[in-house]
């Protein structure tokens, strides 16, 4: 069997691809075996199948094991028999005799392209775990090229590689549609067997964290750092930041001049309220500032990992934020249990337990 076109095929597809004509080859070869199994004899006969670029050929064999008697005709031959094909032949050895199967032209060039599609296929998911495999936890400009009732389907890269943006990693508010310019976080690489799936989100914490760091030389050189975030995406975001080098004013380094940097990231994140605070290592401290823009009078630890917030009465709600979004952003962001009260429900509160303990000392 003889075909130039094929083999000439194989070598255009190396040289556009940059894929071994040798991968298809192997590939193919146990294709065609496989599929002459199949058509013929049910796998009885042992077949293989030599392919030959240099010579543009593909040849068949049956393979047989010399023996003095013959039990099995599909996978014995006499040795008699095998030395007239060639006399060097010795009890045991396997005899190679080269036939054309009936009619198998059609059905070798239907599986060829069946095997190089799917080699393909293949090869453009190995590739595309290969681009990104370094690529997790990134930001990188995309295009959205569809959309329909759950996912954002975007192009990635110069590579031209999909990423899906499923439901929980789509912002609430935002809209997305086709021919649109984003940039989102590449939350994972999946490789499912037969499909490399690179999904990406627009609500994780990790987005915000990379903005920053685009925008912000001082984070990018180390000279400040991200010490946490907590974030409702589409909504606010509080990130807590500390400046390594002692001249570097962390907050205005992030801000920018006349807030050209935060605006540039809130401006990429569709609004949404990004609020800088300074990271202390005294943790009640730390609670007062996460508790931003409310004005906190104090801070006082209860037990482990939990505080009471005290607050000017007209700062109450601001504390607390809408349905309690500011407190809880502030306790994700510290990784305290916060509980915030203000200045006259505190007071009562100490006057309540001051009059117990007076009461209990009486008793005494």
């Known amino acids: 069997m003889v075909n130039k076109e094929f083999f000439l095929a194989l070598a255009d597809l190396e040289a556009e691809k940059g894929i071994s ?19 013929y004899d049910g796998g009885a006969s042992n077949v293989e199948v030599s392919l030959n670029p240099e010579k543009s050929s593909i040849k068949f064999y049956t393979v047989k094991t010399a023996v003095e008697e013959v039990t099995d005709p599909e996978k014995e031959i006499s040795l008699a028999a095998a030395q007239q094909i060639k006399k060097s032949y010795k009890l045991g050895d396997e005899v190679r005799e080269e036939f ?36 997790k936890d990134e930001l990188m400009s995309c295009v959205v090229r569809k959309v329909d009732a759950k996912n954002v389907y975007v192009e990635l890269g110069k590579g031209q590689i999909e990423g899906v943006m499923l439901p929980q990693d789509q912002t ?7 021919n649109d310019r984003l940039k989102v976080y590449v939350k994972n690489i999946k490789n499912n067997g037969r499909n490399a799936q690179v999904l990406v989100s627009r609500t994780s914490a990790g987005l915000v964290k990379r903005l920053f760091e685009e ?21 606010r975001t509080k990130m807590a930041i500390a400046a390594e080098d002692p001249q570097v004013d962390a907050v205005g380094a992030c801000v920018g001049n006349k807030g050209a940097r935060v605006n540039a990231v809130v401006a990429e994140l569709g609004g949404e309220k990004v609020d800088i605070i300074l990271w202390s290592e005294n943790p009640l401290e730390f609670i007062a500032k996460a508790l931003s823009p409310a004005k906190v009078i104090s801070v006082t630890q209860v037990d482990e990992k939990s505080a009471i917030a005290v607050v000017p009465d007209d700062k109450l709600s601001l504390a607390i934020g809408r349905d309690g979004q500011n407190a809880r952003l502030a306790a994700r962001l510290t990784g305290w249990k916060i509980d915030v009260k203000s200045e006259s429900a505190a007071a009562k509160l100490e006057a309540l337990r001051a009059a117990e303990e007076n009461s209990e000392t009486a008793e005494e």
């Open 172 to 178: 609430p508010g935002e809209h997305y549609n086709v």
């Open 100 to 135: 054309v199967p009936k009619d198998f032209g059609r059905i070798a060039a239907q599986t060829a392209k069946q095997v190089i599609l799917q080699k393909l296929h293949e090869t453009e998911r190995d590739n595309t775990l290969s681009e990104f495999s370094d690529k």
């Open 21 to 39: 004509s040798e991968i298809f080859i192997d590939a193919l070869r146990n294709a065609l075996v496989s599929a002459y199994k199949k058509q």
């Open 215 to 235: 925008e912000v030389p001082e984070i990018k050189s180390g000279a400040v750092v991200i010490k946490s975030i907590s974030r409702e995406a589409g909504q």
